[in-house]
Nanobody, 126 residues
């Protein structure tokens, strides 16, 4: 079955950096658009970034553009989220997600993603 396993979360001071990883198995990773979402307590799940299965295009939420970078390594079946200049408001559980295979559009709606990881906590201290 499909498994997405996030890692790399933790506690960091404001202004610091973290790199999240999401290792995928049970799917042909190189054909899936991948995305990161986050959810803070009491809030809805929020789109962060997505990367096309070809790696040729990306999309970011305005709140993270210029600070976060999504990338993928199809040889390692892994998608990454490099987070720089972290702010207190970035504190949340971060989830990776996989869309349907060979899909042209980079979706930012959680409902469009078929597979989800269990999440990794990111806490930014002010």
């Amino acid at each position: 079955q499909v498994q997405l396993v996030e890692s790399g979360g933790g506690l960091v001071q404001a202004g610091g950096s973290l790199r999240l990883s999401c290792a995928a198995s049970g799917l042909t990773f190189s054909t899936y658009n991948m995305a990161w979402f986050r959810q803070a307590p009491g809030k809805e799940r929020e789109f962060i970034a997505a990367i096309h299965w070809t790696g040729g295009s990306t999309n970011y939420a305005g709140s993270v553009k210029g600070r976060f970078t999504i990338s993928r390594d199809n040889a390692k079946n892994t998608v990454y989220l490099q987070m720089n200049s972290l702010k207190f408001e970035d504190t949340a559980v971060y989830y990776c997600a996989a869309d349907r295979p060979a899909y042209y559009v980079l979706e930012n709606r959680a409902s469009e993603y078929d597979y989800w990881g269990q999440g990794t906590q990111v806490t930014v201290s002010s």
